[in-house]
């Protein structure tokens, strides 16, 4: 895949989100669906793997140079001495959506499946799904994303 076709991919993977986004807010009773529900202080939490960082990264500055999403990325947002497994729960928690970023690496990494685990509780806890799947490259899916319509970044 040459550079543009991987350029297009990724800015048809913002599209797609945003779409994601303004589709939960309909459902809301807010009219604007950037706008932030009571209690939270965030759009968007990214959970990609060490490996896949760099595709996080370019998305959370896309998503936030182009919409009015405020977006939780660990790398820039986590508290310095605070658990790890408290930051992701803390943020998840104030955030609207979870974006998981699908890889083997992702599959692979024990944090990421935490975050997983979290987002699915988040969705019990919160009677809807708050979870947007984006796929960095064809992976298995876990039976309980399967059945989420996913994005192919």
């Not at 939960?24 to 759009?43: A, D, H, I, M, S």
């Not at 943020?91 to 998981?100: A, E």
Request: charged fraction near 25%; aromatic fraction near 10%.
């Amino acid at each position: 895949m040459g550079f543009s076709e991987l350029k297009l991919t990724r800015l048809q993977s913002v599209r797609g989100i945003t779409m994601a986004m303004q589709t939960f807010g309909n459902q809301r009773t807010e009219p604007n669906p950037y706008e932030l529900p009571v209690g939270k202080e965030y759009n968007i939490f990214i959970a990609c793997c060490g490996l896949d960082s760099r595709r996080g990264k370019w998305l959370m500055e896309q998503l936030e140079s182009r919409y009015p999403f405020l977006c939780v990325y660990h790398e820039r947002d986590f508290r310095p001495g605070a658990m790890i497994v408290d930051n992701m729960r803390e943020y998840m928690d104030k955030s609207v959506k979870v974006l998981l970023l699908l890889s083997n690496g992702f599959f692979q990494s024990y944090y990421c499946k935490l975050e997983e685990t979290f987002a699915i509780s988040l969705s019990d806890e919160a009677g809807q799904n708050c979870i947007i799947p984006v796929l960095l490259e064809e992976v298995p899916l876990p039976p309980v994303l399967r059945h989420m319509t996913h994005i192919d970044a």
